[in-house]
Each structure stands twice: as structure tokens, then as C-alpha cells.
């Protein structure tokens, strides 16, 4: 792989960034300083480090999103699409989103280009925790529990979530499925509406608060390790 890629793709630099660093003698590869941005070299071997600093190669992109309103989870080329609020050299590898939000839908959203993990955590086996902030139209007490208790869709019956009322407007819920329009549907099925819906958590990985609407960040290497494992076990309802 040329080496001004493995830089770029480290998620660190931009490929100009990458270009600029590698001519400007900034970049080692096995302790040797190199200037030549188009340099082949063995990914998964060399060790390369850009102002003494190791740079890992990583297979994978792993971006949170905060998405906005008015965006489309789809990767399919729909002008709205949240793929719009990357740099351009994120949207050409194969990301695609953990799980869709409807277009009115805020918050968390997880973009990868690894299918295997994507796919364990998006399986309905896996249970994978989503956690929800909402208003909604008043609810009481009972309906909280009948949402809690999982309702009928017709289609399908939720299964049992936690549901946490601040006020009977405003709560957060958590649930371990993903139909379409899941939660605007159980709220509607007891008699009662969502009116706005923010994903504060997935897979046990919470929203960053210091991003804001529209802002993105790659994840840390732990929170993949987080995804990798936990959005395997079994989330307590
Ligand atoms: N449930 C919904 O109804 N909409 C979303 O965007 C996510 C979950």
C-alpha cells in the first residue's frame, strides 16, 4: 500500500495532510526517514510513525455521528444523506450506518465499513441496547407500563424495554430492537405520540457531548472493542 494512503486511512490525516507530512520529512517508516508519498509499504508490517508519533494501520472506519434533523440514514446517493456531513475521504470507504434513524430522528449514529461486526450488532439475536431520549404527548403511569410490558403492532409485538418518564412529556427509552418506526409506533399503539426522538446511546457507546448536531468524530479504539464484544451480550431490559 503506498504510504501516503496508510496514513490517510489511519483516519488521522487527510491524504493532502498525509502528502504534506511525508514531504515535509515528518514521517519514519521502520526508523528510517522517507520522503516519497507514493513509497510502498507493507501494512501490515511496517512501522511507521509521523512526528515520532506510531501510526497503527486500521482495517476498518468506525465514525459517531451526531446526526441532525432533516438528514437520511441511506448511503444511496439521496442529497440528504448523513454521508454529506463527512469529509470527501470518508464517503468512498464503504461506510454504512449501525441501524437506521428516521429522517426527523437526532442523535447517535454509528457508520462503519466493517459488515461482519455491523451486521452481529444490527441481528436481532445480539439484543443490542439503544437508548432513546423523547417528548412525547402526555402519558400516565399505566402507559408506561404497557410500554414497558412490550405492545402489540400488529405486525409484531415489542419486546420488554425500560421506559423512565422525567415528567409525563419527557423520558428516555431503551430497547433492544430496530423495526421501522419502531418507537413512534408503540407510543401511537397506547394512545399517545412522539414528538421528538434524540439516540443517546448504542451498543452500550454513549453520544459524545462535546459533539454537536452534524458534528462527527472517529471512535476510539475501545469503543470498537466495546462494539466488537458487547454488542454481543445480552442488554438487561
Ligand atoms: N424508532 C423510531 O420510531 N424512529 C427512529 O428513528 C428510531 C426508532
Redo the contacts with the bound molecule.
Keep these: 500500500m503506498r504510504l501516503d494512503r496508510y496514513l490517510s486511512e489511519s483516519g488521522l490525516f487527510t491524504r493532502r495532510e498525509a502528502v504534506k507530512a511525508i514531504r515535509g520529512g515528518l514521517v519514519t517508516v521502520d526508523g528510517e526517514a522517507v520522503r516519497d508519498p507514493s513509497l510502498k509499504i507493507d501494512e501490515n508490517a511496517a512501522a511507521v510513525e509521523a512526528a515520532g508519533r506510531r501510526i497503527g494501520y486500521t482495517r476498518f472506519r468506525w465514525i459517531m455521528l451526531y446526526k441532525p434533523a432533516d438528514t437520511v440514514s441511506t448511503t444511496d446517493g439521496d442529497p440528504r444523506s448523513v454521508l454529506n456531513l463527512l469529509p470527501a475521504e470518508y464517503r468512498s470507504v464503504g461506510l454504512f450506518p449501525c441501524?437506521?434513524?428516521?429522517a426527523?430522528?437526532t442523535g447517535l449514529l454509528i457508520l462503519t465499513s466493517d459488515g461482519a461486526t455491523a451486521h452481529n450488532l444490527l441481528s436481532p439475536r445480539r439484543h443490542c441496547e439503544?437508548v432513546?431520549r423523547f417528548s412525547c404527548l402526555p402519558i400516565t403511569e399505566e402507559q408506561r407500563v404497557k410500554l414497558e410490558a412490550g405492545v402489540d403492532l400488529s405486525d409484531f409485538t415489542s419486546k420488554p424495554c425500560r421506559v423512565t418518564m422525567a415528567d409525563p412529556e419527557h423520558g428516555t427509552i431503551a430497547?433492544t430492537e430496530?423495526?421501522?418506526?419502531?418507537?413512534?409506533?408503540?407510543f401511537l399503539a397506547v394512545g399517545s405520540e412522539?414528538l421528538s426522538?434524540e439516540?443517546i446511546s448504542f451498543g452500550g457507546i454513549p453520544l459524545d457531548p462535546s459533539l454537536a448536531r452534524g458534528e462527527w468524530r472517529l471512535l476510539t479504539e475501545e469503543e470498537i472493542g466495546i462494539l466488537e464484544t458487547n454488542g454481543g451480550q445480552d442488554a438487561q431490559p
Design positions: 441501524g437506521r434513524l428516521d426527523d430522528t439503544k432513546y430497547v430496530g423495526k421501522y418506526h419502531q418507537i413512534k409506533r408503540m412522539i426522538l439516540r
